[in-house]
């Protein structure tokens, strides 16, 4: 018992380390491959490293009129984020298999969706505001539709575990792929873009008033805090592809412990989260932002395409 619990958390503090470093990797790839498509030199592919490191290593100027939440809300944006970096199917199975439930990664994540959007209300700016106020018009048009997309797979493994959900889809080969199984990966890919703030939904790239959306939360940090966040949108980022590529495209994942599955597991990983960075940056360069009054019937697609998939399962069945 001890034993295995040590085994799993030593499992857990691995993939954390993984997520650490590979997330800003991903960001840079992204920006890279958009710019390349732009015909534009871009950004070195370390660039994402080089700015957390060079904001973590200056000290932070807050406002005089930012309160405790502004200095938690990176810490605990950052723990949010690590936290489910070691609960989620990654390489292999997770590795806290007791704990990898979907309805508890729903909560960790909209608690640091809760903090993100009260640090960008706590110093009182206008963009400040008008970052968060998106915000929550975004996440009421996201979350229907992501918890639609999760409970139709757990519907279909009869497990709300992630690891379960993933087991039962590589074990079922072919079979798995159905009309439900494509509308719902079709759904969470647009989800993923609303919930990373991407072109068309937002614009990570600028700060201007008319397209911000998560870069207005993030103008009243500096320093060590603005790390922290820039490094947690980047987990957060590299999450939400890992939950698309292993909830919908599960095969070559290590079902089990072995090294020679885990070598074959990360490099089938890691090609998949490539396909899917790539998919995000043609998305990108094909789309302008799309005006804020649009989003909600562009955010209505997915809920719908996810509803029907639903549907379909029960009719199929």
């Not at 990797?25 to 070195?44: E, H, M, N, S, T």
């Not at 904001?55 to 605990?76: A, C, D, F, G």
């Not at 575990?161 to 079979?175: A, C, D, P, Q, R």
């Not at 703030?197 to 990570?204: A, I, M, S, T, W």
């Amino acid at each position: 018992m001890i034993v295995n619990l040590l085994f799993s958390l030593v499992g857990a503090l691995v993939q954390l380390a993984f997520v650490l470093l590979f997330a800003p990797l991903v960001q840079g790839f992204i920006k890279k491959i958009k710019a390349r498509l732009q015909g534009r030199r871009g950004p070195v592919l370390l660039q994402q490293y080089y700015d957390i490191g060079k904001y973590l290593n200056k000290t932070e100027i807050l406002s005089e009129h930012s309160s405790w939440i502004t200095r938690v809300t990176p810490y605990l944006v950052f723990g949010c984020m690590a936290a489910a970096a070691m609960m989620l199917p990654l390489v292999g199975l997770s590795p806290l298999r007791s704990a990898d439930d979907i309805i508890l990664l729903i909560y960790i994540f909209g608690l640091a969706r809760v903090f993100t959007v009260l640090g960008g209300l706590d110093a009182g700016s206008a963009f400040g505001g008008m970052g968060s106020s998106r915000e929550m018009m975004v996440s009421m048009l996201v979350e229907p539709g992501l918890l639609l997309v999760l409970f139709a797979s757990a519907l279909r493994a009869g497990s709300t575990g992630l690891s379960g959900i993933v087991t039962h889809l590589s074990n079922g080969g072919i079979s798995t792929i159905t009309p439900s199984h494509l509308m719902c990966a079709f759904a969470l890919f647009v989800l993923i873009i609303a919930e990373t703030g991407r072109l068309p939904v937002d614009n990570p790239d600028t700060h201007l008033e008319l397209t911000m959306i998560h870069e207005g939360m993030l103008l009243e940090y500096s320093g060590r805090l603005l790390g922290l966040m820039l490094w947690a949108t980047s987990i957060k980022q590299l999450l939400f592809i890992s939950l698309f590529v292993n909830l919908f495209l599960p095969w070559g994942i290590a079902t089990t412990a072995d090294i020679s599955s885990l070598l074959v597991g990360g490099l089938v990983y890691i090609l998949k989260i490539g396909l899917v960075a790539v998919g995000l940056g043609v998305v990108e360069m094909l789309t302008p932002k799309m005006r804020l009054f649009r989003l909600p019937q562009f955010m209505l697609t997915p809920f719908l395409v996810a509803f029907l998939g639903i549907i379909s399962d029960y009719v199929v069945r």
